[in-house]
C-alpha cells in the first residue's frame, strides 16, 4: 500500500471547501450554542419556578440523547410536520442546541460562582435588573467559564463529521465521497485527520492563552 | 401619612406631623422555625443615630437586611417616611409590593455590608459611579465629580482608577462606604463594617463613618461591636436578645448604667473579651 501524495494534492481544493463547510457549522452552532445556553442558564436563575422546571427537564433530555439522533430527528422528522431544513441549517439547529444543553450547565455553574453578596450590593444600589446581569453578574460569571466553554468549542468542532450523516458536505463527507470515487480511503481519512489537528491544536493554543488572560479577576 | 383601615397588623397610631423616619409595626422574621424577630416594635427619626448591640443571632442584621429589602418580612409592616417596604397602596388597598415599589423606596436606604462586596470586576470609579448613573439617571460627568468628592472624603482620591482587588481591606470598605453614599440615600446601614478587618485598619474605616456622622444629617442604623464608636456617634443604644429589644436608652446609660442583667452580661463579655 503506498500513499498517493499526487492525489491528496489533486483534490485537496475540494477538501478544503468540506472544510469550509465545517468551520462554518463549527462557528455558527458555537455562537448558537453560547447565546441559548446563558438563557437557558438566565430563566433557570430568573424565570418562576415551573418555567425553569419545564426549561430543566428539555435541557436533561437533550444532554441524555446522542447527538446522532437529534440530528436525525431536526432533519428527517421535522418535514412531516411541516419544518423543512436545508441540511446545513438542520446541523447547526441540532449541533447548537445539543451543546446549549452542556453551555447552559458552564454558565449556571459561573453564575453560582458569583457570591450572593454581589446580588445584594447590586439591590442595595437599586440597580435595575437588566444592569445587574450585564454590568455586575455576568461580567464574572462568564470570566470564570471561559475555559470550559473553550473545550466545548473544540469538542463541537469533532463532533461536525455527524453531519455527514444528514447530507452536510462537510469535510469527512467529501473525503468519503473522494475516497469512495478513487478508492483512495487511506490518503483520504489521513488528510481529514490532519486537517482536524491542523485547526484543534491552535484552537487549544488560543484557549489556554485567554484562559490565562482571564484566570485573575 | 398611612392610612390604618386595611393594615396587615395594628399599626398602632403615631401623633400627626411625628411619624418617623423608619418604624417597624409588629414584625416577625422566621428563617425556616427559627423566630429570629417576633413581632418588633421600634421607631428612628430623621437624623438620629441608632446602633444595635446583642448577641450574635440576636436578630441585628436581620433588621438592616429587612430594610434593605434582601429579606422579605413574615408579618407586620416597616414603614419608611410612610411608605410601606412590603405593601404598596393599590386602588386605595395595601397589596404587597411588587418590584418597582420596593426599588422606590429602597432608593432612600443605602447599606455598607460586612464583607464589603465591592464589584470587582470595575474600578473604583465605576464602582461608585455605576448606581447613580443607572439608577437615578444622573449624567456620567456628575457622578465622576461626586465620586471624585467622595472619594477625597474617604481619603482614596489616589485609588480612583484601582481594582478592588488592589486595596487592602479597609481601603475597599472605604470605598464602599462612598459608594453608598454616592446614591444620596436619607439612612445609611452599617453592618458590621469592621468586623472583616485587620484590627490596624478598624480605626480608618471608624473615623470615615464619624466624619459622615458629624458633616451630615445623614440617618444611621449600624449594627457594631466596636463600643467606643457606639458611644461616640450614637443618639441611642438598642439591646437585642432572641429578637426582642431587652433594653434602649442614650449610649451613657446603656453602657455606663446599664439596667437589665442582660444587658451587662452582654457589656462585660464584649469589653473584658
Partial sequence: MTFDWGFVGEVLPDLLLGLRYTLLATVVSYAFALVLGLVVAMVRRAAPRP?????????????????????????????????????????????????????????????????????????????????????????????????????????????????FAITVPELLFEANRLGGQYFKYLEMMTVVGLLFICVSVPAAILIRFLERRYAAI | MPQSDNLPAGAAGHAPGEEPLIRFDKVVKRFGRNVVLRELDFTVDAGE????????????????????????????????????????????????????????????????????????NMSVRRNITEAPVHTL???????????????????????????????????????????ALAMRPQILLLDEVTS????????GVLDVLREIARTTDIT??????????????????????????????????????????????????????
Avoid at chain 2, 137 to 158: H, K, N, P, T
Fill in chain 2, 49 to 120: 443615630r441608632v446602633t444595635l448591640i446583642g448577641p450574635s443571632g440576636s436578630g441585628k442584621t436581620t433588621i438592616l437586611r429587612l430594610l434593605m429589602t434582601l429579606e422579605r418580612v413574615n408579618g407586620g409592616v416597616i414603614w419608611v417616611n410612610g411608605d410601606s417596604l412590603s405593601h404598596m397602596r393599590r386602588n386605595g388597598r395595601l397589596v404587597p409590593a411588587n418590584e418597582k415599589h420596593q426599588r422606590e423606596v429602597r432608593k432612600k436606604i443605602g447599606m455598607v455590608f460586612q464583607q464589603f462586596n465591592l464589584f470587582p
Fill in chain 1, 51 to 163: 418555567v425553569a422546571a419545564v426549561v430543566h427537564w428539555v435541557m436533561e433530555f437533550i444532554r441524555c440523547t446522542p447527538l446522532l439522533v437529534q440530528l436525525f430527528f431536526v432533519f428527517y422528522v421535522l418535514p412531516s410536520v411541516g419544518v423543512q431544513l436545508s441540511p446545513l441549517t438542520a446541523g447547526i439547529i441540532g449541533l447548537g442546541v445539543h451543546y446549549a444543553a452542556y453551555t447552559a450547565e458552564v454558565y449556571r455553574s459561573g453564575l453560582e460562582g458569583v457570591p450572593r453578596g454581589q446580588w445584594e450590593a447590586a439591590r442595595a444600589l437599586s440597580l435595575p435588573a437588566r444592569r445587574t446581569w450585564t454590568a455586575v453578574v455576568l461580567p464574572q460569571a462568564v470570566r470564570r467559564v471561559i475555559p470550559a466553554l473553550g473545550n466545548y468549542l473544540i469538542s463541537m468542532f469533532k463532533d461536525t463529521p455527524l453531519l
Fill in chain 2, 196 to 203: 472583616a478587618l485587620d484590627p490596624e485598619l478598624v480605626a
Fill in chain 2, 137 to 179: 439617571g444622573i449624567s456620567r460627568e456628575e457622578a465622576d465629580q461626586r465620586a471624585e468628592e467622595l472619594l477625597d472624603m474617604v481619603g482614596l482620591r489616589q485609588k480612583i482608577d484601582a481594582h478592588p482587588t488592589q486595596l487592602s481591606g479597609g481601603q475597599q470598605q472605604r470605598v464602599a462606604i462612598a459608594r
Fill in chain 2, 220 to 273: 444611621m442604623l449600624s449594627v457594631t461591636h466596636e463600643m467606643a464608636f457606639a458611644k461616640d456617634v450614637s443618639h441611642r443604644v438598642l439591646m437585642f436578645d432572641q429578637g426582642r429589644i431587652v433594653e434602649e436608652g442614650p449610649p451613657e446609660q446603656i453602657f455606663g448604667d446599664p439596667h437589665e442583667e442582660r444587658t451587662k452580661e452582654f457589656l462585660h463579655a464584649v469589653l473584658e473579651g
